[in-house]
């Protein structure tokens, strides 16, 4: 089954740190961009980071929210990305998903599978 | 950074009616737009890409159209299934980002 599962979310103090993770499966990991994509409760969705394929030498785009902050990279051998969260804020607290973006014929990159996500709550 | 104004945020309809949500671009796009439908504690679903493109699997009651600035999803007939949360999202330029979201309610 083609799917993302996203962990590692739980509560954590202001000026900490938690690491997210999204497994693939189902399809050829290696092939896609990777995002993370937040939505606070009750609120829109607002994407925070990408990493790129091997071709493009797994390269990172970033929200200025989280830029210098937060951290995405990936393990294309454990068909997993991650989202290594440092000094959180209340702000960050939200449902965490990892997205896969796919090519369109002009080789601009957009969502095509999401994952549920996990919940990242700072509170003190 | 690109804005994205969705309209309405809400709007209440019955089953069969004919539904239409706009979605402005703050600078062109080119065609670089994308649809998702999304359900309470459900992942977002990818309805239309690149504005007009349907994704496999989507029902035919939904399309897209438009360029540049001034997008449109159109669902036709709508159907319990489709009662959601509707967001629009550009791809063209970093950061990427999304429309504040379209509720479509049960009237």
């Known amino acids: 089954e083609v799917q993302l599962v996203e962990s590692g979310g739980g509560l954590v103090q202001p000026g900490g740190s938690l690491r997210l993770s999204c497994a693939a499966s189902?399809?050829?990991?290696?092939?896609?961009?990777m995002d993370w994509v937040r939505q606070a409760p009750g609120k829109g969705l607002e994407w925070v980071g990408r990493v790129r394929d091997k071709a493009h030498s797994y390269t990172t785009e970033y929200a200025a929210s989280v830029k210098g902050r937060f951290t995405v990279s990936r393990d294309d051998s454990k068909n997993s990305v991650f989202l290594q969260m440092n000094s959180l804020k209340i702000e960050d607290t939200a449902v965490y998903l990892c997205?896969?973006?796919?090519?369109?014929?002009?080789?601009?990159?957009?969502?095509?599978?999401w994952g549920l996500g996990t919940l990242v709550t700072v509170s003190s | 950074d690109i804005r994205m104004t969705q309209s309405p945020s809400s709007l209440s309809a019955s089953v069969g009616d004919r539904v239409t949500i706009t979605c402005r671009a703050g600078q062109g796009i080119s065609h670089h737009l994308a649809w998702f439908q999304q359900k309470p504690g459900r992942a977002p679903k990818l309805l239309i890409y690149?504005?007009?493109a349907f994704q496999r699997g989507v029902p035919s009651e939904f399309s897209g159209s438009g360029s540049g600035t001034d997008f449109t999803l159109t669902i036709n007939s709508l159907q319990p299934e489709h009662f959601a949360t509707y967001y629009c999202q550009q791809y063209h330029a970093y950061p990427l980002t999304f429309g504040g979201g379209t509720k479509v309610e049960i009237k």
């Open positions: 189902g399809f050829t990991f290696s092939d896609h961009y």
């Open positions: 997205g896969r973006a796919s090519p369109s014929v002009d080789r601009y990159y957009y969502f095509d599978l």
């Open positions: 690149d504005a007009s």
